[in-house]
């Protein structure tokens, strides 16, 4: 006996089958793109176009991450720093230096020079700067110790685990805000006690809950 469904039937299964099968696709580019080397894996170091040194100039010479990252501590983005920030200083500096060349071709042509992202999330996954610099989380918890990195590279995993660790004990990685972009700054005792009492003048409760990070 032969089946047979109506027009409408039809095409309420076509698209169910359309539905399962893109959210298998979906599914299974999420779980590829989640374990990418660029958001799981510490040690992750792509070659940059210019071999910028934070060793140099973020530890050597002391320049704070804010002059670079402009707006860590009021969005929610670090910010790459334009070129004008680099010919601040090296329209005079090192003028002629050949490694630099990509920088002076990007000022004469306006064209952004083309630096790799270090730390990426998921598109999935929504991360503010400022809420957590704003309140005592440094550069440092993330980053790891990046005044001393010649070439920057991932040293935490940034899975959700990892952040759902911190989310539940800020303690231990708060400081006192004038202090977030000091990376080599340590607390005389107990950093979690210390951490416990940032929490309580500031009312930190960092969400557990899906919506925290994926909106």
């Known amino acids: 006996m032969e089946l047979k469904f109506s027009k409408k039937s039809d095409r309420i299964l076509k698209t169910v089958g359309l539905v399962i099968a893109l959210s298998v696709i979906g599914g299974a580019s999420t779980l590829y793109y989640a374990t990418l080397p ?10 940059q176009p210019v071999p910028y040194s934070h060793k140099l100039h973020a530890g050597n010479m002391g320049m704070d991450c804010t002059y670079c990252h402009t707006s860590v501590l009021k969005a929610a983005y670090a910010s790459i720093p334009p070129t004008q920030t680099c010919m601040n200083c090296h329209s005079k500096v090192k003028a002629k230096s050949v490694v630099l060349e990509p920088v ?42 990046i005044d001393q990195m010649v070439e920057v590279k991932q ?28 990376l080599d700054w340590k607390p005389d005792g107990d950093p979690a006690v210390l951490g416990r009492e940032i929490i309580a003048k500031k009312g930190i409760n960092p969400p557990v809950n899906c919506s925290g990070c994926h909106r």
């Open 38 to 47: 660029t958001t799981l894996e510490p040690g992750y170091q792509p070659k």
């Open 155 to 182: 040293v935490q995993t940034l899975a959700m685990s990892w952040c759902l660790e911190c989310h539940r004990n800020p303690a231990p990685n708060l400081r006192p805000v004038q202090f977030v972009t000091k």
């Open 104 to 145: 002076r071709a990007s000022w004469e042509s306006g064209e952004s020079v083309p630096w790799v992202k270090v730390h990426r999330l998921p598109d999935y996954v929504y991360f503010n700067h400022s809420s957590h610099t704003s309140v005592g989380v440094s550069c440092v918890t993330c980053h790891g110790r």
